[in-house]
């Protein structure tokens, strides 16, 4: 039976769903163009996996944000200069990975012939330089959240796409909110979609690669030690045998008002995404992390100030090369999708290309917009 578009729909331009790094690009960037956005988020907080946390020893990042020192990260920055209307700082710091064995840290130079599951995804994290950036990530999105003046909806989950003839007419907002749009960004995690869109509407192919590939779930520990442990500021990837390895870096330490000096670390590793159900699983990644850490810093766990867990669920993978058009859902035309999942690049770096790939498909993206002026600031840091 054809579906209508119900009278009662809030009708927009465009509607993107997810308020993380992509969607609020997004919804920047239209807006700019003149289009009515509403921008939905199922939390009662912006940002996803870039947004603020906070620890005894002042903000960190949800999680390690570490960006690869390269030319694309330059040019993709560049680009979210003129997106955030402000210069972006960087420093390059140079510190090769280390890696600890056989009692002694050594540079690490990959994982050998030793079987590693999360390799290409860990290896993402151990690039020989990588960039401190100020803005950093969570300040991003405070700058785009202010930008950001048209319709913004919190604690607002999409449940449901109802689509005709291979368009999304509307899409349905904690199971009974309609909202109509010609245009829809899906700024969300796209291992969702088979149960938005509902099972037939994704060709079998697609459907498995969304319910099977392989994604991992980040389990993340940040620790505020009372002391400072090191003063490298390499990132570490330990790992000993049989184990999924953790990388993790050292924050500077910081002095505080009271006169206590206080360090933070911050440490990932990832497990299958099936196992995220399974309290004994995270738990066992937390103890693996712990013990990881301890090999190499013996008092690093000693009178802590504050520990924080986070667990991600599919926050890691990749779907390069599933779809015939990154990005695209086959047989519906109005449907983007930002997430890094479609990119060659992971992380940061592949959100903010996706983004930019689907803005320009959009027609939109501000890549020849001149809104500033200066060349960017790199500073090196040994
Ligand atoms: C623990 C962790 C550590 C990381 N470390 C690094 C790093 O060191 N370096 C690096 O470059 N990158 C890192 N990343 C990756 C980086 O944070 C992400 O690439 C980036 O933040 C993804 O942004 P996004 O907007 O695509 O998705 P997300 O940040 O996931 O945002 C999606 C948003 O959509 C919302 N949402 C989901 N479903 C719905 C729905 N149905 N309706 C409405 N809203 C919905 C979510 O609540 C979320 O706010 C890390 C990620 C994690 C999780």
Same mark, same amino acid.
């Given at each position: 039976?054809?579906?209508?578009?119900?009278?009662?729909?809030?009708?927009?331009?465009?509607?993107?769903?997810?308020?993380?790094?992509?969607?609020?690009?997004?919804?920047?960037?239209?807006?700019?163009?003149?289009?009515?956005?509403?921008?939905?988020?199922?939390?009662?907080?912006?940002?996803?996996?870039?947004?603020?946390?906070?620890?005894?020893?002042?903000? &960190?990042?949800? !999680?390690? @944000?570490? =960006?690869?020192?390269? %030319?694309?990260?330059? +040019? $993709?920055?560049?680009?979210?200069?003129?997106?955030?209307?402000?210069?972006?700082?960087?420093?390059?710091?140079?510190?090769?990975?280390?890696?600890?064995?056989?009692?002694?840290?050594?540079?690490?130079?990959?994982?050998?012939?030793?079987?590693?599951?999360?390799?290409?995804?860990?290896?993402?994290?151990?690039?020989?330089?990588?960039?401190?950036?100020?803005?950093?990530?969570?300040?991003?999105?405070?700058?785009?959240?202010?930008?950001?003046?048209?319709?913004?909806?919190?604690?607002?989950?999409?449940?449901?796409?109802?689509?005709?003839?291979?368009?999304?007419?509307?899409? &349905?907002?904690? !199971?009974? @909110?309609? =909202?109509?749009?010609? %245009?829809?960004?899906? +700024? $969300?995690?796209?291992?969702?979609?088979?149960?938005?869109?509902?099972?037939?509407?994704?060709?079998?192919?697609?459907?498995?690669?969304?319910?099977?590939?392989?994604?991992?779930?980040?389990?993340?520990?940040?620790?505020?030690?009372?002391?400072?442990?090191?003063?490298?500021?390499?990132?570490?990837?330990?790992?000993?045998?049989?184990?999924?390895?953790?990388?993790?870096?050292?924050?500077?330490?910081?002095?505080?008002?009271?006169?206590?000096?206080?360090?933070?670390?911050?440490?990932?590793?990832?497990?299958?995404?099936?196992?995220?159900?399974?309290?004994?699983?995270?738990?066992?990644?937390?103890?693996?992390?712990?013990?990881?850490?301890?090999?190499?810093?013996?008092? $690093?766990?000693?009178?802590?100030?504050?520990?924080?867990?986070?667990?991600?669920?599919?926050?890691?993978?990749?779907?390069?090369?599933?779809?015939?058009?990154?990005?695209?859902?086959?047989?519906?035309?109005?449907?983007?999708?930002?997430?890094?999942?479609?990119?060659?690049?992971?992380?940061?770096?592949?959100?903010?290309?996706?983004?930019?790939?689907?803005?320009?498909?959009?027609?939109?993206?501000?890549?020849?917009?001149?809104?500033?002026?200066?060349?960017?600031?790199?500073?090196?840091?040994?």
């Amino acid at each position: 039976m054809a579906q209508t578009k119900s009278p009662k729909a809030q009708e927009f331009d465009t509607l993107i769903i997810g308020a993380g790094l992509g969607g609020l690009i997004a919804a920047n960037v239209l807006e700019a163009t003149g289009r009515n956005v509403v921008l939905i988020e199922a939390l009662d907080t912006l940002g996803g996996a870039s947004r603020s946390g906070q620890t005894a020893a002042g903000g &960190i990042e949800h !999680g390690l @944000k570490i =960006i690869p020192d390269t %030319e694309e990260s330059h +040019a $993709a920055l560049d680009w979210l200069e003129k997106v955030i209307g402000q210069k972006i700082h960087r420093t390059s710091v140079e510190a090769s990975p280390l890696n600890y064995d056989d009692g002694k840290f050594k540079p690490y130079v990959g994982f050998g012939d030793e079987s590693v599951r999360t390799s290409s995804e860990i290896e993402a994290y151990a690039p020989p330089k990588r960039l401190e950036l100020s803005p950093a990530p969570r300040e991003w999105i405070q700058i785009l959240a202010d930008q950001f003046s048209g319709t913004l909806l919190t604690l607002s989950h999409a449940t449901k796409m109802v689509i005709e003839d291979g368009f999304v007419l509307e899409t &349905i907002v904690n !199971g009974a @909110k309609r =909202i109509s749009a010609r %245009e829809v960004v899906f +700024a $969300a995690s796209p291992q969702t979609l088979p149960a938005l869109l509902g099972a037939e509407t994704l060709a079998p192919r697609v459907r498995q690669k969304l319910i099977k590939g392989d994604f991992w779930t980040s389990v993340n520990l940040d620790l505020v030690h009372s002391q400072p442990i090191t003063d490298s500021r390499a990132v570490h990837i330990l790992k000993g045998a049989n184990e999924e390895p953790t990388v993790g870096t050292f924050h500077p330490a910081v002095t505080l008002e009271d006169g206590r000096t206080l360090q933070v670390s911050q440490w990932l590793t990832l497990i299958p995404r099936e196992d995220i159900d399974e309290e004994e699983f995270v738990a066992s990644a937390l103890k693996q992390i712990k013990r990881q850490l301890k090999r190499a810093y013996e008092s $690093a766990l000693g009178n802590l100030v504050q520990e924080r867990i986070l667990v991600v669920p599919c926050s890691h993978g990749s779907l390069a090369g599933a779809f015939e058009v990154p990005g695209r859902i086959p047989k519906i035309s109005n449907v983007w999708m930002t997430s890094a999942f479609f990119s060659d690049q992971k992380n940061t770096l592949g959100t903010l290309l996706q983004t930019r790939r689907c803005l320009e498909e959009m027609g939109d993206a501000l890549v020849d917009t001149d809104l500033t002026s200066a060349s960017p600031t790199v500073s090196a840091e040994a």
